[in-house]
């Protein structure tokens, strides 16, 4: 998998390049997180994927003390921090992942996402007619994210035939979770 950067401002005028995804260098959470607004919010649904991830018989009060998340049941549809669904996620990558890099650890996380976000009530009413067509679905993947959280922005880019390309802008974890849901979603669409 591969990343399209944009050139900086002043070279605007070249187009963008593909580069190898950044999963294996060092992650700054905390810096990606001071980008949030105050009130940046996650839907439960993703918090609940998280937590199914962990193994059974493992202790989750630890994890969610680590996260700073209190202990709760989180409601699908509710919104939550979304600063503590991001660090959950970190938690839970480190226990999944350990010898793996974070960034890796949350793009192997990220894969998870869309089949729970496809199974979900909100999915099925949005994507449940596009079933398992990447075709349908990548054109209008950027309503996942919306329904998803409140801050950032997510565009589509209809560039060619098989070939769509996400906007995303005000937005954390971009090449590492971001990266690994688009991904679970194509291995989703087979």
């Known amino acids: 998998p591969h990343m399209m950067r944009s050139a900086p401002a002043e070279t605007r005028a070249a187009p963008a390049s593909s580069v190898p995804l950044r999963t294996q260098e060092p992650v700054d959470l905390e810096a990606q997180l001071a980008t949030l607004p105050k009130d940046a919010t996650a839907r439960g ?3 609940r994927c998280v937590l199914a991830q962990i193994p059974r018989g493992t202790a989750v009060e ?3 003390a680590r996260a700073g998340v209190p202990t709760a049941r989180f409601q699908p549809l509710s919104a939550y921090p979304a600063a503590g669904f991001y660090r959950l996620s970190a938690e839970v990558a480190r226990l999944l992942f350990p010898r793996e890099p974070l960034g890796e650890g949350l793009r192997r996380l990220g894969w998870t996402f869309y089949t729970n976000l496809a199974d979900s009530v909100p999915g099925r009413v949005v994507f449940g ?3 398992r067509d990447a075709g349908r679905i990548f054109p209008t993947g950027h309503f996942g994210w919306r329904m998803s959280t409140n801050f950032g922005r997510v565009d589509t880019e209809l560039v060619g035939t098989k070939h769509v390309r996400y906007h995303f802008r005000d937005y954390v974890l971009v090449e590492t979770m971001q990266a690994g849901v688009v991904e679970g979603a194509l291995r989703f669409c087979g």
Do not use: N
């Open 45 to 47: 649904l993703y918090y």
């Open 62 to 64: 630890p994890i969610l």
């Open 129 to 131: 007619v596009l079933g």
